[in-house]
């Protein structure tokens, strides 16, 4: 669903208006660690101050878990911009971080490689 403000924001032809850098108030690195698998969700908590619009959009797509690519991909921007705008919103406390889950097997385990091999074989 399409929010109706966002018209407002984004042009067909050029494209988004406000400039990233804009977004960010000029800052390009974030306060908090980030990657782009980190997973990201509100902790319900409301900003005590007015954020701007982009961290309202940002902190709308935190209600469950969503990595740093997936909310950068969903709001049109680039992802260090992403991360200035989610390091404002762990600075005042409205969305968690936690690392990425690491995968239980080695991925350069040989065996483990043959098998997804096999399996993609199988299937053409």
């Given at each position: ?11 067909d032809a050029?494209g988004?208006?406000?400039r ?9 690195r ?5 990657n ?8 319900g ?33 680039p ?10 919103l ?11 889950m ?23």
């Amino acid at each position: 669903m399409s929010d109706p403000e966002e018209g407002l924001w984004l042009d067909d032809a050029a494209g988004r208006l406000v400039r990233p850098y804009t977004v960010s108030n000029g800052r390009t690195r974030p306060t908090a660690d980030f990657n782009l698998l980190t997973m990201v969700r509100s902790t319900g908590a409301k900003p005590q101050s007015y954020l701007g619009p982009d961290h309202a959009q940002v902190l709308s797509l935190c209600d469950g878990p969503m990595t740093v690519a997936e909310i950068a991909a969903h709001v049109r921007l680039p992802a260090v911009v992403t991360k200035v705008l989610l390091s404002d919103l762990v600075d005042c406390g409205a969305v968690t971080t936690r690392a990425p889950m690491q995968m239980g097997a080695d991925p350069t385990d040989r065996e483990l490689l043959e098998a997804v091999l096999h399996g993609l074989r199988k299937r053409l």
